[in-house]
């Protein structure tokens, strides 16, 4: 039994579970798409709300999600009656890790998206590789696979394992290949500073042994440090030119991207695929390097990368509608909304592009990036900013100040508005639209159904 099974993670294990023969049920206390179509998919019963009643009849093992938290009804009566438990991170590694060779995609940005790039050419190059994404990836229409073959791809989280093991996730999986994407401070719920977040990734780092190889991003001097002390050899990644794989002359097109990499100095590849912004190209290359590292041939690769589609919630396009484009992103952090505003600015050049932003993810709802934000959301042409959610969790001297971030984008000369919920929000704003605007929804949750609500309104007519 999983408590909290509709996260993704968790979701996707009680799937992996599911395919390895286990009875699996589940509870929570909200679900939504995609991971409650997914999980109603696969035949795994969600129970809603959390209750006593869900443990009954008396499971072998429970999976306590690490939203957890002491409190919650199940986890009580779990530890009063003595029934075994565990976290998501240590079931998977005692279960499907230990006796595979794992690849693991960790950084503070991208790995989503890298680790289904990586296990979709391993995949083509018929490598069978087992995989566990954090989203569902759209080339397999899963976020993971239980196989027969060598490789498991993981993506390595570096958020907590458990309401009783306050570590990465990422701790647990023991790569033996590793790519770092990016190291930024996030997750101010669990971390104090950048120091601490640095701290998790050395760990990692530490992990992957002499035999090993590490692939990371060029681009910034936490990597740098992050990787510095590194036992096994490390490959750079990235625009700088004494990087192994160096990356020229990308070209942003309204349909595709393409670009070429150079390695150790000689040109090695020209890729190209339907995905838009910078960061995508820096993270194919990435799992390029390392797919190249395993045996996979170029051809192999670039075949692979035309052929990807993307990740759930990635630049998704949910809507078009009356010449009006409706994304779906889960950004979450200032960094994560910058790149994706300007990935969009390079596939829709020319049309009105709308930010549409709830502050949900844990660094979000605080103050610590607020200046930051602001920034990120001037790459757009309007701002609508929700209310925050759940701000009554967060305390209110560290509290993102919503109505500051609204004036200081007026006094910057970026029209911007504030809303409490999705319905204010989609009342507001869809009889501003107009043919050839984007909107890009930007939360790492639900957002009160807007993705379904806008659309909605926009096909009655604003």
Same mark, same amino acid.
């Given at each position: 039994?999983?408590?909290?099974?509709?996260?993704?993670?968790?979701?996707?294990?009680?799937?992996?579970?599911?395919?390895?023969?286990?009875?699996?049920?589940?509870?929570?206390?909200?679900?939504?798409?995609?991971?409650?179509?997914?999980?109603? *998919?696969?035949?795994?019963?969600?129970?809603?709300?959390?209750?006593?009643?869900?443990?009954?009849?008396?499971?072998?093992?429970?999976?306590?999600?690490?939203?957890?938290?002491?409190?919650?009804?199940?986890?009580?009566?779990?530890?009063?009656?003595?029934?075994?438990?565990?976290?998501?991170?240590?079931?998977? *590694?005692?279960?499907?890790?230990?006796?595979?060779?794992?690849?693991?995609?960790?950084?503070?940005?991208?790995?989503?998206?890298?680790? +289904?790039?990586?296990?979709?050419?391993?995949?083509?190059?018929?490598?069978?590789? +087992?995989?566990?994404?954090?989203?569902?990836?759209?080339?397999?229409?899963?976020?993971?696979?239980?196989?027969?073959?060598?490789?498991?791809?993981?993506?390595?989280?570096?958020?907590?394992?458990?309401?009783?093991?306050?570590?990465?996730?990422?701790?647990?999986?023991?790569?033996?290949?590793?790519?770092?994407?990016?190291?930024?401070?996030? *997750?101010?719920?669990?971390?104090?500073?950048?120091?601490?977040?640095?701290?998790?990734?050395?760990?990692?780092?530490?992990?992957?042994?002499?035999?090993?190889?590490?692939?990371?991003?060029?681009?910034?001097?936490?990597?740098?440090?992050?990787?510095?002390?590194?036992?096994?050899?490390?490959?750079?990644?990235?625009?700088?030119?004494?990087?192994?794989?160096?990356?020229?002359?990308?070209? *942003?097109?309204?349909?595709?991207?393409?670009?070429?990499?150079?390695?150790?100095?000689?040109?090695?590849?020209?890729?190209?695929?339907?995905?838009?912004?910078?960061?995508?190209?820096?993270?194919?290359?990435?799992?390029?390097?390392?797919?190249?590292?395993?045996?996979?041939?170029?051809?192999?690769?670039?075949?692979?990368?035309?052929?990807?589609? +993307?990740?759930?919630?990635?630049?998704?396009?949910?809507?078009?509608?009356?010449?009006?484009?409706?994304?779906?992103?889960?950004?979450?952090?200032?960094?994560?909304?910058?790149?994706?505003?300007?990935?969009?600015?390079?596939?829709?050049?020319?049309?009105?592009?709308?930010?549409?932003?709830?502050?949900?993810?844990?660094?979000?709802?605080?103050?610590?990036?607020?200046?930051?934000?602001?920034?990120?959301?001037?790459?757009?042409?309007?701002?609508?900013?929700?209310?925050?959610?759940?701000?009554?969790?967060?305390?209110?001297?560290?509290?993102?100040?919503?109505?500051?971030?609204?004036?200081?984008?007026?006094?910057?000369?970026?029209?911007?508005?504030?809303?409490?919920?999705?319905?204010?929000?989609?009342?507001?704003?869809?009889?501003?639209?107009?043919?050839?605007?984007?909107?890009?929804?930007?939360?790492?949750?639900?957002?009160?159904?807007?993705?379904?609500?806008?659309?909605?309104?926009?096909?009655?007519?604003?």
């Amino acid at each position: 039994h999983l408590i909290g099974i509709c996260g993704t993670a968790m979701a996707s294990l009680a799937g992996m579970l599911k395919a390895r023969g286990f009875d699996v049920s589940g509870s929570d206390a909200a679900a939504y798409p995609p991971m409650s179509d997914f999980l109603a *998919h696969i035949g795994v019963p969600v129970a809603q709300p959390f209750a006593e009643a869900n443990l009954e009849p008396r499971p072998d093992l429970v999976v306590v999600g690490n939203a957890i938290s002491r409190g919650n009804v199940e986890l009580e009566y779990v530890l009063d009656r003595r029934i075994p438990f565990t976290s998501m991170a240590d079931l998977l *590694h005692r279960e499907f890790l230990y006796e595979r060779e794992v690849l693991a995609v960790a950084g503070t940005h991208g790995k989503t998206t890298t680790t +289904s790039m990586l296990s979709w050419i391993f995949h083509s190059a018929g490598r069978d590789p +087992s995989f566990l994404i954090g989203g569902i990836a759209e080339n397999f229409g899963s976020s993971f696979a239980v196989t027969d073959g060598p490789e498991f791809i993981i993506e390595g989280d570096e958020y907590d394992t458990a309401f009783f093991d306050k570590g990465p996730k990422f701790l647990h999986y023991f790569p033996k290949s590793l790519i770092l994407t990016a190291v930024e401070f996030d *997750h101010a719920d669990i971390y104090k500073n950048l120091e601490e977040v640095k701290t998790a990734f050395k760990r990692l780092v530490n992990l992957v042994p002499k035999s090993g190889r590490i692939f990371a991003w060029d681009g910034h001097a936490n990597v740098d440090e992050c990787v510095a002390k590194a036992f096994c050899k490390v490959e750079r990644y990235g625009f700088a030119e004494q990087s192994e794989w160096r990356v020229s002359e990308v070209d *942003h097109q309204p349909d595709k991207t393409s670009w070429r990499v150079m390695r150790s100095g000689q040109p090695w590849a020209h890729f190209e695929f339907p995905l838009a912004g910078e960061y995508n190209v820096l993270n194919a290359t990435a799992a390029a390097a390392m797919a190249a590292h395993y045996g996979i041939s170029t051809e192999s690769i670039a075949t692979a990368l035309r052929d990807f589609k +993307s990740v759930k919630r990635r630049l998704e396009v949910k809507a078009e509608i009356n010449g009006i484009t409706i994304i779906d992103d889960f950004a979450h952090h200032p960094t994560a909304i910058a790149e994706t505003l300007k990935a969009l600015r390079t596939r829709y050049d020319g049309r009105r592009l709308w930010a549409v932003l709830e502050p949900r993810s844990n660094t979000l709802r605080r103050n610590v990036f607020q200046h930051e934000l602001v920034q990120s959301l001037r790459l757009a042409d309007r701002v609508v900013l929700a209310g925050i959610f759940k701000s009554e969790a967060i305390p209110e001297q560290e509290r993102l100040d919503p109505a500051d971030v609204i004036a200081e984008l007026q006094q910057q000369g970026t029209p911007a508005e504030l809303h409490s919920t999705a319905d204010e929000i989609t009342a507001a704003i869809a009889p501003q639209l107009k043919a050839g605007d984007v909107v890009a929804i930007l939360s790492n949750g639900g957002f009160g159904g807007i993705y379904e609500k806008l659309p909605a309104r926009l096909e009655r007519g604003a």
